[in-house]
């Protein structure tokens, strides 16, 4: 069964690379290269900072339904059923974040910031309607991990270098949360109040550093790209 959707997505892939040979040649507005000793501008790493606090925080589902299950909040047969819950949220979400980030830019990823930073309370803390509630606000920090925080690197980082930034900023964030989520592994033995308030911290640390790569991105791309006309000024 599992073979089908991988397939599915090799052939996705296949016809895609056939019909779009060139995805760079789709770009309407891009910043130029840097110098040629340029790296990458300093608002990609206070963006990856900013990520890697986030993934800190952010637990993954195991522990939750390490959780779920050990205070039997539901039983074993409708702990998939509360997973499901959690995809939706991030399906749904996923496309809500994708028109707020083409409206507003970077105060889409500032925003679900502040939504999922909730989840830990809920999910640890309280009975099973607020983990329910939880597990739908944990759905769009997944979302948004998939999608616009990775779309925040096209706006800063030139395509020549993309896929450098790219991969350095999976390593990051990877790191970050592998770290994380030992810290709260080991914070769920010790007090599920210490792991709400650690996660809850750790995400809401980042938004100041959201704004800061807000004002590094204005400043870079005014010196290295000249705004096109025809699209319109997103501000964040």
């Known amino acids: 069964m599992l073979a089908i959707p991988a397939a599915l997505t090799l052939l996705s892939l296949i016809v895609t690379w056939r019909t779009f040979p060139h995805p760079g040649e789709l770009e309407t507005v891009s910043p130029p ?22 993934a800190i925080g952010y637990a993954d589902w195991p522990l939750i339904a390490l959780h779920v299950s050990r205070h039997h909040l539901v039983s074993a047969d409708l702990a998939p059923v509360l ?33 999922t ?6 999910v640890f803390l309280g009975g099973l309607p607020l983990v329910v509630a939880g597990a739908l606000v ?4 997944m979302a948004a991990q998939e999608s616009v925080i990775k779309a925040v690197i096209t706006a800063i980082v030139p ?33 599920l109040t210490a792991l709400a308030i650690v996660s809850a911290a750790v995400q809401v640390a980042a938004l100041p550093l959201i704004v800061l790569t807000r ?22």
């Open 117 to 122: 930073a909730a989840y830990a309370p809920l």
């Open 215 to 236: 004002h590094r991105v204005g400043p870079d791309l005014a010196r290295r790209a000249v705004p096109s006309h025809d699209q319109p000024d997103r501000g964040w």
């Open 138 to 141: 944990w759905g769009p920090r």
């Open 83 to 115: 997973y499901a819950v959690a995809m939706a949220a991030e399906a749904v979400a996923a496309l809500m974040l994708g028109k707020l980030f083409d409206r507003v830019g970077l105060l889409a990823v500032f925003a679900v910031t502040v939504l």
């Open 159 to 191: 395509a020549d270098r993309r896929a450098s930034a790219y991969g350095l900023f999976d390593t990051g964030f990877g790191i970050a949360w592998f770290g994380g989520s030992i810290l709260l592994g080991l914070l769920y033995d010790t007090s």
């Open 33 to 54: 290269p840097l110098h040629e000793h340029a790296t990458f501008p300093s608002s990609f790493w206070w963006y990856l900072a900013a990520m890697s606090l986030v």
